[in-house]
DNA sequence: ACCTGAACACCGTTCAAGT
DNA sequence: ACCTGAACACCGTTCAAGT
């Protein structure tokens, strides 16, 4: 006789983001998310691999999730204005739920990642903003460097690494504001942002 | 009878650091590291209040080397060609020693993380640097920018998150170039690089 | 004074037994 | 078909007993 099914991959995943973020990655333990769905740890492995496998569907979870937040930013204006939206809410999503952001940028054993196809999107998306902005051949460079620092800004934020005061929402806005300035700047032309750099075809 | 000391404290830390690089943190156990000094785990307590005290220890150590190589790279030339220097020297010790990289940027209980101070000289040498290109208004916002740019840089090429190919190297020089380009446009006037920006001492 | 084995409270995971 | 308790191999840590 078939006993009904007490939970589900979604529930336990859905419990699982809850865990993580309420209490840490190192609490996310298979008896605590068997005790948030109501059954024991033994019976998980019915619906998730192992804890590395519940670890990853978490992680797609949240990538789906910024994927679709910094898509939608990209619609914002002007690629100057585009990219600043989005930077602000890349900076959002991880202030919302740091222990999920942590996760998609850690490293992690490979069975572990979360999908980043499911972050295409938005990598496609950031690629079309910074290539209106630098010309096609620095957009992957141009790129690097905006997510490296808006990524290490959000990370030291996060680990609390920002300790001599100061206003870190200003320097935040200061950041985009050179990058976005020393973008302007940069190619083989040095002319002003009226020159603009050019964008050919594919 | 007192049994002859069988380790120390600094040979605890030395194993430790070498096991951190060799195996990673979650390798890091009481049991492998008194196994690789040749005593057993509870031996350990002895000499270290905890596991997490000796992650501490361990990072003191890296953060010492770090600071040491940041601050030697500060004396190269004029403000661009310096940070241009500390990037690189940054970038040279994440890759030598990745995992001690990243326990020093990681989010740490608080009992677990290393003593910021042991990076006080290279934060000033950073600050000085960057005082000089950007003025003194603007000196934290951009040191900010400029460390949370090559962290993440640093440490998103260490998680294996550049995946589109390119020249990753290039897109580091490219980094710095922008970001310098971007500082030597800053403050209020938007001068060209011959104005300067003004220092005034202290 | 330091080191040890044994013990305790945790993990993740497997598996035979229940329904 | 799913859930369970029991078991196994690990952790970190404590502690009484050894020298």
């Known amino acids: 006789l078939p006993t009904p099914r007490r939970t589900s991959v979604e529930q336990i995943v859905l419990a699982g983001r809850g865990i993580l973020e309420e209490e840490g990655l ?14 024991r740890a033994p019976s998980l492995y019915k619906h ?15 990538a789906r999730e910024l994927g679709r937040r910094i898509d939608q930013a990209a619609g914002t204006g002007d690629p100057p204005e585009a990219l600043r939206a989005m930077a602000y809410e890349f900076r959002a999503f991880a202030h919302a739920d740091p222990q999920a952001y942590r996760l998609l940028f ?3 054993p490979e069975d572990w990642r979360a999908d980043p196809a499911l972050l295409a999107g938005a990598i496609e998306a950031v ?7 630098v010309g096609r051949e620095h957009t992957l460079e141009a790129a690097r460097t905006f997510v490296a620092w808006a990524h290490g800004f959000v990370s030291m934020e996060l680990a609390g690494a920002f300790r001599l005061g100061g206003d870190v929402d200003a320097a935040f ?5 050179r990058l976005i300035a020393g973008f302007e700047r940069t190619g083989s032309a040095v002319g002003s942002p009226a020159d603009g750099p050019r964008n050919e075809a594919a």
């Open 173 to 177: 806005a200061y950041g985009v504001d």
């Open 26 to 39: 190192e609490s996310l333990t298979m008896q605590r998310v068997a005790q948030a769905v109501g059954v």
């Open 127 to 133: 690629m079309d903003v910074i290539g209106r902005l």
């Open 48 to 62: 998730v691999r192992d804890r590395g496998d519940l670890i990853r569907l978490i992680g797609n979870d949240a």
């Open 106 to 108: 850690a490293r992690l």
